[in-house]
């Protein structure tokens, strides 16, 4: 009767490893897609360029945060994706091997959930004060506005100001924190092409972006700047009427805040069922172990 009693709840437990094992591999599924959506979709592509690991404005090349933060999801997909294998094959075949090496795994996957928590936590209040000097050197040192995207005699903005007209347009926001950061960018040709000897000379350089300015009821579109219809906001951009007022850095993190529930909720059930798997992989090895001890004897 004992001995049914352990054999039922060794079943019991097996099929709990199975289930949560399963769900890790959805879970791991479902993060290599985000992490390669994040790799190739146009959108973040723009933001790749937003985000450079380097604000030095001869390297454009190489990766951005938002690849690395691509790279970490994929990688975290995957390692999933193998933990639920190794999971699965350990409480169906019962290979003692398999178990060990996923609880070691799983062991090692809180540590660092558990370690990133922590430097998240602990860095947070610094986060603004590395990041937002970096994003206004990128501002100062390579900002050279969207019109030599019109005038083919003018050489092409690096990818790097590129994004910033992307992200100013799309967003409706104006510099890092506001419209006063473009007042010392370096290599911005401020000069206003649609300006004519009839109209006075305080209208022949812009102050402001272009694109913080409002162009009509366009729809925002990650792909296509409307270049034809940058003259409209020519106004705005001599004289701030109606420019955008909000940094770009407030709205990169309001668009996060708004996911920050889902993310933290989401986190926490997955490690809730990785201490369960491991707590569960554990009793499985021992009660295996007893279960040889018990009929050696």
């Not at 540590?111 to 603004?128: C, G, S």
């Not at 993190?253 to 992989?281: G, H, K, M, Q, Y």
């Amino acid at each position: 009767m004992g001995h049914g009693g352990m054999s039922c709840g060794m079943k019991t437990v097996r099929l709990i490893m199975v289930l949560f094992n399963i769900v890790f591999f959805l879970i791991g599924a479902a993060l290599l897609a985000l992490g390669i959506y994040v790799m190739v979709d146009p959108r973040f592509q723009k933001l790749k360029e937003f985000l450079p690991l380097s604000t030095d404005p001869g390297i454009t090349k190489g990766l951005s945060y938002l690849e690395i933060m691509g790279i970490v999801i994929i990688v975290l997909g995957s390692v999933l994706l193998v933990v639920g294998f190794l999971g699965c094959c350990g409480a169906l075949k019962q290979v003692k091997l398999f178990l060990i090496c996923y609880g070691l795994i799983v062991a090692l996957i809180i540590i660092v959930e558990v370690a990133i928590t922590i430097y998240f936590v602990v860095f947070q209040a610094n986060f603004k004060i590395q990041f937002v000097p970096k994003l206004q050197k990128t501002i100062k040192n390579t900002y050279e506005g969207p019109l030599a995207l019109i005038y083919e005699e003018m050489p092409k903005p690096s990818p790097i100001s590129l994004a910033w007209d992307f992200i100013m347009y799309n967003f409706q926001c104006c510099g890092v924190e506001g419209k006063l950061d473009f007042y010392g960018a370096t290599k911005w040709n401020r000069t206003n092409p649609w300006w004519n000897p009839l109209l006075p000379v305080t209208m022949k350089d812009f102050v402001y972006p272009l694109t913080c300015c409002p162009m009509g009821s366009l729809k925002q579109n990650w792909n296509n700047l409307p270049l034809d219809q940058l003259p409209q906001a020519v106004n705005c951009a001599l004289n701030g009427i109606n420019i955008y007022e909000t940094g770009c850095y407030s709205k990169l993190v309001d668009l996060l805040n708004s996911t920050r529930t889902w993310v933290i909720a989401a986190a926490v059930v997955v490690l809730i069922i990785e201490l369960l798997a491991f707590i569960f992989t554990m009793a499985l090895c021992c009660r295996e172990r007893k279960d040889t001890i018990y009929y050696s004897s």
